[in-house]
């Protein structure tokens, strides 16, 4: 059964990091490229970053260039995302995904909360 489990999130203060993890199974993870969405109450779902199969090729929204990090570990099936300097405007719930070629459909993870507030 495919499945995308993401952890981490939680209460930041402005200017603090947090770590989000995301462990795939039910695929070949490095066969995919994979994403983190976010979404903000009364807002749309947004793309925050990519990263391609082999972790050679990275893309990020330009509100988090430079402050966040996206990578991943193939022989763990792990996508991380790094945050550092968060500000309120971050909060979100984080969503790790992916798009089955084969289904045809995209794939998400359960969400995990991520709250910058003082």
């Known amino acids: 059964q495919v499945q995308l489990v993401e952890s981490g999130g939680g209460l930041v203060q402005p200017g603090g990091s947090l770590r989000l993890s995301c462990l795939a199974s039910?695929?070949?993870?490095?066969?995919?490229?994979m994403r983190w969405y976010r979404q903000a109450p009364g807002k749309e779902r947004e793309l925050v970053a990519s990263?391609?199969?082999?972790?050679?090729?990275?893309n990020y929204a330009d509100s988090v260039k430079g402050r966040f990090t996206i990578s991943r570990d193939n022989a763990k099936n792990t996508v991380t995302l790094q945050m550092n300097s968060l500000k309120p405007e971050d909060t979100a719930v984080y969503y790790c995904?992916?798009?089955?070629?084969?289904?045809?459909?995209?794939?998400w993870g359960q969400g995990t909360q991520v709250t910058v507030s003082s």
């Open positions: 995904n992916f798009y089955a070629t084969v289904a045809a459909r995209n794939i």
């Open positions: 039910g695929f070949t993870f490095s066969n995919v490229v």
């Open positions: 990263i391609t199969t082999t972790g050679d090729f990275t």
